[in-house]
C-alpha cells in the first residue's frame, strides 16, 4: 500500500497532517535537522501518529488547511 498521508514535526509549531501530494510536503528539505516528516498509508494511522507525538511533545496537531487531508 503506498502512503497517502504525512505528518509534519517540528519543536516549536502545531504538528500538521498532509496528504502526500500537498506542496509543503513536495518542498520539504531533506537536509534539516529540526524537523521530521513521516509518511503513512491511511489517514487514521496518520492521526494516530500525530496524536503521539502531540502527547509526547506537549504540541497541539491538527489538519493542514491547504490540502484537507481527508480519507475519502
Ligand atoms: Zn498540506
Redesign the pocket.
Given at each position: 500500500m503506498p502512503d497517502n498521508f504525512a505528518i509534519y514535526h517540528n519543536s516549536r509549531t502545531d504538528i500538521k497532517i498532509?496528504?502526500i501530494c500537498?506542496s509543503?510536503f513536495d518542498k520539504r528539505d531533506p537536509n534539516t535537522i529540526n524537523e521530521e516528516w513521516h509518511t503513512t498509508p491511511d489517514l487514521q494511522t496518520a492521526t494516530d501518529i500525530a496524536r503521539t507525538l502531540s502527547r509526547e511533545h506537549g504540541l497541539h496537531f491538527r489538519n493542514?488547511k491547504?490540502?484537507k487531508p481527508s480519507s475519502t
Amino acid at each position: 500500500m503506498p502512503d497517502n498521508f504525512a505528518i509534519y514535526h517540528n519543536s516549536r509549531t502545531d504538528i500538521k497532517i498532509h496528504n502526500i501530494c500537498c506542496s509543503a510536503f513536495d518542498k520539504r528539505d531533506p537536509n534539516t535537522i529540526n524537523e521530521e516528516w513521516h509518511t503513512t498509508p491511511d489517514l487514521q494511522t496518520a492521526t494516530d501518529i500525530a496524536r503521539t507525538l502531540s502527547r509526547e511533545h506537549g504540541l497541539h496537531f491538527r489538519n493542514c488547511k491547504r490540502c484537507k487531508p481527508s480519507s475519502t
